[in-house]
């Protein structure tokens, strides 16, 4: 699973740290392994935090939608595969 | 900028003393540095008020464009005379140095001035004046890439009397001791810190008088520019980026959006941290042929914060404000490149941050850095 949290000024100000915080935290408990990864500006500051999962982009992600989006992506069933 | 200036200073007060009674002073102007240091009859507290009177009073008054024989006979004239001693209260040096490399020294019964030229060591020597009952020794010459200037207390020419030295260090010693024990290689603040180490091993660890050096090295000036905000208009992105890697100096790219032009422009790839070392400040980035990639308002924000603060401590810090301060302050020449163009997807609303504060704070910052000596130039674009 391939993850890209931005930190863009707007993302971060919105709370990419405790949402990268977060995907750390299941870094830790997943059997599934996840590449987590970071990104300046992708362009769409007012939705953020945005973050990408194995190319699926989701917007206001806070750091409680975490734990069920590794849910929906585990096993690499995401819609970008 | 012909030169730019590395300066050290190391210092020691007397065994038993919390104050130096040797005070340095320097302020860099426009187009040139003075440093003062004074040595204030005895030590301690009273030592370090007439070493302030007088490296403040010079200094200001050199700053102010008061010509340097003026502020000799200003301070000679002023400064009281102890009346028990029948001496003067503070002995001092005074140089300035402009960025052509002119160079001008008076010495007013401080140790001579030293210049390392190759590996040459020379006391400066000029014409002696007497000025106010003192004897004022002048020297102006022009120096070249590479040239070392030592200014010391007598702290350190006596430096071990009592203890392994019967008649101290003396300037011979000292010449010897550059001569053959430190290495005039390093920087100006290594080489203070190395004549204050010998001069402390000399005096068994107790000095006996307050030690201070100060070291200036002529080198080239560092030139450095800053990429910040995307152009004002699309069309210019491949122009500004060219421009950005033309020439021979030191780079660094401040804004997300700006990293992803560059990466764009010359095809390569670009490389987002995300480890937080301090969760305010948003992670760096890395680019081929870049120093540095941060993210733009909040680290720029950060930046002028520990600025206006004064004293800067980033040597050991690793988020991305404190890495950009520490980039800015390695350089003497830096140009500004701010874009003008204002992200599409900050204009949609509720963001809370203001438009138009790039060109704001860069200006701030671009001031701030004037005011550490710094040559700063904005391209706005």
């Known amino acids: ?81 | 900028m012909k030169f730019a200036l590395d300066t050290g200073i190391a210092g020691l007060a007397k065994k038993g003393e919390e104050l130096c009674g040797d005070v340095v002073e320097i302020k860099k102007g426009q187009n040139s540095t003075v440093v003062v240091l004074s040595d204030g009859l005895g030590s301690g507290v009273k030592a370090n008020i007439l070493a302030t009177l007088t490296s403040k009073i010079a200094a200001n008054l050199l700053a102010k464009g008061v010509s340097l024989p003026e502020v000799v006979h200003t301070i000679t004239e002023t400064l009281p005379v102890c009346q028990t001693r029948k001496i003067a209260y503070s002995t001092f040096t005074v140089i300035q140095i402009d960025e052509e490399g002119r160079f001008q020294a008076t010495q007013v019964d401080n140790p001579p001035v030293l210049l390392v030229r190759k590996s040459e060591i020379i006391p400066l020597t000029g014409k002696v004046k007497n000025i106010a009952g003192r004897n004022i020794m002048e020297t102006s010459l022009e120096l070249s890439e590479g040239d070392i200037i030592i200014l010391v207390s007598d702290g350190v020419t006596h430096a071990g009397i009592g203890a392994l030295l019967p008649l101290g260090l003396g300037i011979d010693g000292l010449i010897k001791i550059l001569g053959n024990k430190i290495n005039l290689l390093a920087n100006a603040q290594e080489i203070a810190e190395e004549i204050l180490e010998h001069c402390e091993t000399f005096s068994a660890l107790e000095p006996g008088d307050d030690i201070t050096v100060v070291v200036l090295k002529l080198r080239k000036p560092v030139r450095g520019i800053m990429l910040s905000g995307p152009p004002l208009s699309e069309k210019d992105d491949s122009l500004v980026v060219e421009e950005f890697f033309a020439g021979e100096r030191r780079r660094v790219v401040c804004g997300g959006t700006t990293a992803n032009i560059v990466a764009r422009e010359r095809q390569v790839n670009l490389a987002v941290d995300y480890f937080y070392d301090d969760p305010l400040i948003p992670p760096t980035g890395s680019l081929p042929g870049v120093d540095l990639v941060t993210e733009g308002i909040i680290t720029l924000t950060k930046v002028v914060e520990l600025l206006e603060k004064g004293a800067v401590h980033v040597k050991n810090k690793k988020d991305g404000a404190s890495r950009l301060l520490k980039w800015l302050l390695e350089c003497d020449e830096i140009e500004l490149m701010v874009g003008l163009r204002v992200n599409p997807a900050h204009m949609k609303g509720d963001l809370p941050f203001h438009l138009g504060l790039r060109a704001t704070l860069l200006q701030r910052l671009a001031g701030l850095l004037s005011g550490r000596g710094k040559r700063v130039h904005i391209k706005w674009v």
């Open chain 1, 1 to 81: 699973m391939e993850v890209n949290v931005c930190v863009g000024s707007s993302c971060h100000l919105k709370g990419a740290h405790a949402v990268i915080n977060k995907f750390q935290e299941a870094l830790g408990e997943e059997p599934v392994k996840i590449k987590l990864g970071a990104s300046f500006c992708q362009g769409r500051c007012t939705e953020g935090v945005i973050v990408a999962i194995d190319g699926v982009v989701y917007e206001r992600v806070s750091p409680d939608d975490v734990p069920s989006l590794v849910e929906k992506h585990r096993g690499g069933c995401g819609i970008g595969d």
